[in-house]
């Protein structure tokens, strides 16, 4: 799995953007602003809408992209039937053929499609964090929020740090 001081691959995919409009995304538009970007396993699944909901929580602090194998038109319709989804407002982009999920090593090769991973960019691209869950097992966007301040704060964070609290001496 790509780690963290890893470099975010290069990638060109297309996504839906808030608008319901096809958009080209590339790692490219990502530099010069945290961003952070995530994998789950399928579109039109159970576990998934309520993850993609709670990942606008991000948006004031960074870039937010999901990303799956299934293709752009699998997620317009999606967003179109699916209130949960429907009312994001980030992109989500269609790796088809899981190329950019295998070269970040987050495929479950038994079941055809990625993992539930997680990764934090820097502005220049790095990456500062990177989780990993089950297919089974959603994530929880608070957290994913929390480290994404911490790493933003700029000093010694403590085990739960919050936005206010004393960096540690």
């Not at 799995?1 to 808030?18: A, R």
């Not at 038994?110 to 097992?137: K, M, Q, W, Y």
Request: glycine share 8%; net charge negative; proline share 3%.
């Amino acid at each position: 799995m790509l780690n963290v001081n890893e470099d975010f691959p290069s990638f060109s995919l297309t996504g839906v953007n808030t608008d319901n409009q096809m958009v080209k995304v590339t790692e490219e538009q990502l530099l010069g602003s945290w961003a952070v970007i995530y994998f789950y396993p399928k579109d039109f699944t159970f576990i998934c809408p309520t993850e993609i909901q709670a990942m606008d929580k991000l948006m004031d602090e960074a870039i937010v992209m999901g990303v799956s194998g299934d293709n752009e038109f699998c997620k317009l319709n999606w967003k179109q039937q699916n209130q949960m989804v429907g009312g994001i407002n980030h992109t989500l982009a269609a790796d088809c053929g899981l190329d950019l999920a295998s070269e970040c090593g987050v495929i479950d090769h038994d079941e055809g499609v990625a993992l539930r991973a997680t990764f934090i960019l820097n502005p220049e691209g790095t990456v500062l964090h990177a989780s990993c869950n089950a297919l089974d097992t959603g994530r929880n966007a608070d957290e994913i929020l929390r480290t994404l301040q911490a790493l933003k704060a700029g000093g010694l964070t403590g085990c739960s740090w919050e936005p206010g609290d004393q960096f540690v001496a």
